[in-house]
């Protein structure tokens, strides 16, 4: 049996070309279009979008939002600064987190946030070194989020946006992401409004976004490499619309970023088809992959040795994702979570 190597997903990426704030305008980001044949490579901007969609294709967005899950607090005990970055909900007021500095975190240990306005009390380590924290608080637990934690930025972006909104999709509807769907980041309510008016279907499916999906891999295979667990969500709404889609020869299901991949994906039932339903989704999609649903991806451009570029290889050929790259390069097209985009097609 042949493995794949995590270094066959590398390249070379200038420092400069890493975006560190968003576009004036959202749909103004650039937009390279990658055929799935053999076809040049085109260049956009992302308002273009609409030109490659037809009537009856299903755009399908996920419509998680980002939680403010970085929280700066102390030790109850010694007054020792700790950061503490929340990762998945266990059950009411208890979290799966990373804290910062972790030796310091043993069960037991209190930690205070905001003056005391949240408190939390360490219960376990977790697997992969983490921490479960039970949080207690006078308010409603979100509410007092919003007064004391931060929106939580890849650490490649060295400085907090002006507005925080734009780290959110103009969609962003359901909390619970740490991390957000940056593909959907470049859509306006406008542009959305003429990709309706265009006879394309618009559908929302949920993935609430943890770290892991970010985080490159450090095996040196790509097989080795485990996926964090994440929550996913199509309802019945969706079901149909998608299943109708499969139906119409003129349909395509096109998805808008790894993340909404994935959970149509980990719902599918057959050749173009998904199920309704949750649950939790470790599906882990690199080349060799036979994709069941997804007929078309807009998605940013993604970190060396990542989940997300290892994806965007099995959709459209290592080779040519990496061709695209280097191009991209070229061109200096802007990188990562506030950078541009690309439709694979």
Avoid at 64 to 91: C, F, H, N, W, Y
Avoid at 161 to 184: F, I, L, M, N
Wanted: hydrophobic share 40%; net charge neutral.
């Amino acid at each position: 049996m042949s493995y794949l190597k995590t270094s066959e997903f590398d390249y070379e990426l200038p420092d400069r070309l890493i975006a560190q704030d968003p576009e004036a305008i959202r749909d103004e980001s650039r937009l390279m279009v990658v055929p799935k044949g053999d076809e040049s490579f085109q260049h956009r901007r992302f308002r273009d979008l609409v030109e490659y969609l037809r009537p009856g294709d299903v755009l399908v967005l996920n419509h998680t939002k980002v939680i403010p899950a970085r929280l700066m607090g102390v030790r109850e005990d010694t007054g020792g600064q700790v950061e503490v970055l929340l990762l998945s909900k266990r059950e009411d007021l208890v979290w799966e987190v990373l804290v910062r500095p972790g030796r310091r975190a043993r069960p037991g240990t209190v930690l205070l946030f905001g003056g005391g306005l949240l408190r939390g009390t360490v219960l376990e380590s977790t697997e992969v070194g983490g921490r479960v924290i039970r949080f207690e608080c006078r308010e409603p637990f979100d509410q007092v989020l919003e007064r004391v934690g931060r929106m939580p930025l890849p650490p490649y972006i060295r400085k907090y946006p002006a507005d925080p909104r734009r780290y959110q999709t103009v969609y962003a509807e359901k909390e619970g992401s740490v991390a957000a769907p940056t593909a959907g980041l470049h859509f306006t309510g406008d542009l959305l409004d003429r990709i309706k008016a265009a006879g394309v279907k618009v559908a929302t499916v949920l993935l609430h976004v943890g770290l892991g999906t970010f985080r490159p891999v450090s095996s040196e295979t790509v097989e080795e490499h485990r996926m964090h667990q994440e929550f996913y969500q199509i309802t019945p709404e969706t079901a149909a619309v998608i299943n109708d889609a499969a139906r119409d020869p003129r349909g395509r299901v096109i998805a808008v970023g790894t993340t909404t991949v994935r959970c149509l994906e980990s719902g599918a039932e057959g050749p173009g088809l998904v199920r309704a339903g949750s649950g939790q989704t470790d599906i882990f999609i690199y080349p060799g992959y036979e994709f069941k649903v997804v007929e078309g991806l807009v998605t940013n451009f993604h970190l060396p040795r990542s989940t997300l570029i290892m994806m965007v290889s099995a959709f459209a050929g290592r080779e040519r994702i990496l061709r695209a790259y280097r191009e991209a390069v070229e061109r200096e097209y802007r990188f990562f979570s506030f950078g541009d985009a690309m439709l694979i097609i």
